[in-house]
């Protein structure tokens, strides 16, 4: 998502780069073509209005320093209006309730709804929570069914319902049995419809009666762009929605739901659905989303990432083996690799200012899971000497190598001087810099391996 955005705005910024200062007629271009992307991108056409004249009033005004050249002023006030059409900060579910805390579910059908659940439970559950969930959707065919196997893929609890009871009588269970069972949150998931009609608005807003759920998140198909904005409000006129959860966002959407939906609905987004994979669910951070539309990166969610998807374990046993002075050796360098194939590259990169239009090849000759797996191969086909060894690696040994991971002699080669390059940064790690590490790693079992 905002793929086009992006390329279209940043290439406007840099149409104002050599200008000695932001005057009416240079802004004046800018405006126009910022307000082409923003349609382009199916934004509803009042948030349009919004966004322009706020950068206009503040580019020819007091809030340009003197410190900055046009396209940086610009830029920053770009930033900071596509923040604030979003919502400024995000938006955390609120869970202060007497437990369970129950949670609705709510959106049309094939919006991710039942799907969008379950990765909630998954986020829920690595925060500590115990957490039940149940369908009350009588109407799609298998939706129970499929809500239960998510369950059991993340470890969630299932309550049971059936095709034969009423969605509120399925609700009202639910709550007591997570009640009696002692269960932080409840996630109950509704039907969803093709389009919004009365029968689904009554059924929901019973539902919603029997639970008093502390949240209600309206869950939108990114894809639809503007059409997101407008559906949500009519849910939000027949229930006090508290959020919503954009899914599909990985897809070909043009950003459009993101920008508008704060504004038509003023209710925060919460949650982005960013892939199929049950942890594929990211807090909406407004600030971090508009600066990577304009191509400064997301460096704080490039952290949390490497913390879900690093195992800090294995981290902290390679930081200890170095503060006792022992050599980094290839079957340390082999954990790395096994680690870097838990890692959604392409995710990462688009995070890393300048890193998003890196070039297909450079990527897949250095990270792809290809390459990653072929670097492993060679490894695996040494000896447990001369993993521990690498210097022992001569003529002989390397075409021995070579054949048993089916491979050549130069590919040998380039992972020798790979790791070679990895243990010569790593020897600066020893002393002083390695126990600063040290000393900045959480408790086991804490919130990750810090990113240095």
């Not at 559950?125 to 893929?153: C, F, M, N, W």
């Not at 920008?259 to 949650?271: A, Q, V």
């Not at 000896?383 to 190598?401: H, V």
């Not at 600066?428 to 391996?449: A, L, Q, V």
Request: charged residues 25%.
């Amino acid at each position: 998502m905002f793929e086009q955005l992006s390329d279209r705005l940043q290439g406007t910024i840099k149409k104002l780069k050599g200008q000695s200062r932001i005057t009416e007629d240079n802004i004046s271009d800018a405006l126009r073509e910022v307000r082409m992307a923003l349609i382009e991108a199916d934004v509803a056409i009042s948030v349009v209005k919004d966004i322009i004249t706020a950068i206009k009033e503040h580019a020819i005004g007091q809030e340009v320093g003197q410190k900055l050249s046009p396209d940086q002023a610009f830029l920053k006030i770009v930033k900071n209006e596509l923040t604030r059409a979003m919502g400024e900060e995000n938006s955390a579910l609120n869970l202060a309730s007497q437990p369970p805390a129950v949670i609705l579910m709510a959106g049309l059908q094939g919006s991710g709804k039942t799907t969008s659940a379950a990765k909630l439970a998954k986020k829920l559950i690595h925060e500590k929570k115990k957490v039940a969930v149940v369908s009350a959707d009588v109407y799609r065919p298998a939706a129970i069914q499929q809500l239960e196997t998510l369950a059991g893929q993340v470890n969630a609890t299932f309550i049971p319902s059936s095709t034969d009871e009423a969605p509120e009588s399925i609700a009202a269970r639910a709550l007591d049995i997570a009640k009696k069972q002692f269960f932080d949150v409840l996630i109950v998931d509704t039907a969803g419809r093709l389009h919004i009609d009365q029968k689904l608005m009554g059924e929901i807003q019973t539902i919603h009666q029997a639970v008093n759920p502390i949240e209600t998140l309206f869950v939108v198909d990114a894809m639809t762009g503007q059409d997101a904005a407008n559906t949500a409000k009519a849910f939000h006129e027949a229930l006090p929605l508290t959020g919503i959860v954009l899914t599909k966002i990985d897809g070909d959407a043009r950003g459009g739901a993101a920008l508008s939906i704060r504004h038509i609905t003023g209710k925060p987004i919460k949650f982005l659905g960013v892939g199929e994979k049950t942890d594929a669910l990211e807090a909406f951070h407004p600030e971090r989303i508009a600066s990577r539309i304009l191509g400064m990166g997301d460096m704080l969610g490039l952290i949390e990432d490497i913390e879900q998807q690093v195992d800090a374990k294995k981290a902290q046993r390679l930081a200890k083996k170095f503060v006792r002075g022992k050599a980094f050796d290839l079957e340390d360098f082999r954990e790395q690799l096994q680690q870097m194939r838990n890692v959604d590259l392409d995710k990462m990169l688009e995070k890393i200012p300048g890193m998003k239009n890196i070039p297909a090849e450079l990527k897949n000759q250095h990270l792809s899971p290809k390459k990653i797996a072929q670097q492993e191969a060679i490894i695996l086909s040494m000896t447990p000497q001369e993993r521990r060894f690498p210097d022992l690696i001569k003529g002989s040994r390397k075409r021995r190598i070579a054949a048993g991971c089916g491979l050549d002699v130069p590919a040998v080669n380039r992972l020798l001087k790979q790791f070679k390059e990895m243990q010569r940064q790593m020897k600066k790690m020893k002393g002083g810099k390695m126990k600063n590490m040290m000393r900045g790693m959480p408790p086991m079992g804490g919130g990750g391996m810090p990113f240095k």
